[in-house]
């Protein structure tokens, strides 16, 4: 299985991006999350599907802003990204896993995305 990211971009506070994660085959059995890193910190697990007993998880810091979806008939995963902050810029990653119970912890994904870049600043 292979990811690719795309979607990000330079954006001003409180405008919207939707990031996309599309998987070079079914991801109907696998864990997907989305992960940021911002230079000099940790990679930060922000949202999930298919991950836990909720289905979705979502960090404290994006819930509410940000919404997980995806479209098994386009094997892709989106990340709809409002009212950003320039808090929020990262490289954002997705990831994949068979064990549907990974929810937000990066060492539990095997398969990572090359990343994409998200700025927000005026």
């Known amino acids: 299985l292979q990811l690719v990211e795309s979607g990000g971009g330079l954006v001003q506070p409180g405008e919207s991006l939707r990031l996309s994660c599309v998987a070079s085959g079914s991801l109907d059995y696998y864990a997907i999350g989305w992960f940021r890193q911002a230079p000099g910190k940790e990679r930060e697990g922000i949202s999930c599907i298919n991950c836990s007993v909720n289905d979705t998880e979502y960090a404290d810091s994006v819930k509410g802003r940000f919404t997980i979806s995806r479209d098994t008939a386009r094997n892709t995963v989106f990340l709809q990204m409002n009212s950003l902050k320039p808090e929020d810029t990262a490289v954002y990653y997705c990831?994949?896993?068979?064990?549907?119970?990974?929810?937000?912890?990066?060492?539990?994904?095997?398969?990572w995305g090359q990343g994409t870049q998200v700025t927000v600043s005026s």
């Open positions: 990831a994949a896993d068979l064990f549907t119970a990974a929810e937000l912890i990066p060492s539990l994904y095997d398969t």
